[in-house]
């Protein structure tokens, strides 16, 4: 609108200095500034006036009031952007994670956790799928925790499952608690045969 009002103005001016020029009035340039001043200032209002009147007409017009109506829907507007932020915000501000097979590696054993150590439980988890909002960041100890839970350069591994398999005492566990469940089911697979076998008997056979 300013950029309006001052190409009017520059228009008035010039045809003031015609209209002077033609009629061989020569004023001096204060009063010519006067005398513009007041003989422009009508139609300057008028220009203004108008070019308000073309801005509101254009703001009012069919483009913005359809705009409104897309702001305002209640679909909660049809940016795929906004609503992809706005699903984002429900998961705290967590950005959709990297899925490496190293990462998808730790995230399982994550949800097998109750099984790694006899002594610590856990609440399980409702869904079977993989998280798809995560971040991995370090556990930085604090003061007090420095001889209590802190780890050493050497026991501090670049993954959960190389941790897990440089302590000795989990893989003295784990290993223990798979020939056992490898010995029952040996047993079973015995017990198993025998009982195809005895069916197979003749009746008089059968003890």
Not at 62 to 86: Q, V, W, Y
């Amino acid at each position: 609108m300013a950029a309006l009002v001052d190409t009017a103005f520059g228009e008035i001016v010039k045809a003031s200095h015609r209209m002077r020029m033609e009629s061989g009035v020569l004023p001096t340039a204060l009063d010519a500034g006067l005398g513009e001043a007041q003989g422009t200032q009508s139609l300057l209002d008028a220009v203004t006036q108008q070019s308000v009147a073309m801005s509101s007409k254009t703001r009012s017009g069919p483009a913005a009031s359809t705009a409104r109506t897309g702001s305002s829907g209640g679909g909660g507007g049809t940016d795929k952007t906004t609503g992809r932020k706005k699903k984002e915000l429900k998961w705290g501000d967590l950005p959709v994670g990297n899925l490496t097979p190293e990462v998808e590696r730790d995230l399982r054993l994550l949800r097998m956790r109750n099984y790694l150590d006899p002594k610590k439980h856990f609440k399980g988890s409702d869904s079977k799928a993989l998280p798809k909002h995560f971040q991995i960041a370090r556990v930085v100890e604090g003061p007090t925790e420095f001889y209590s839970s802190r780890l050493t350069r050497k026991e501090r591994k670049n993954t959960l499952v190389d941790e897990l398999m440089a302590d000795d005492r989990l893989r003295k566990y784990h290993k223990r608690k798979f020939v056992e469940i490898e010995q029952r089911n040996a047993q079973g697979r015995r017990g198993h045969v025998k009982r195809l076998q005895q069916k197979r008997k003749p009746a008089w056979m059968r003890k």
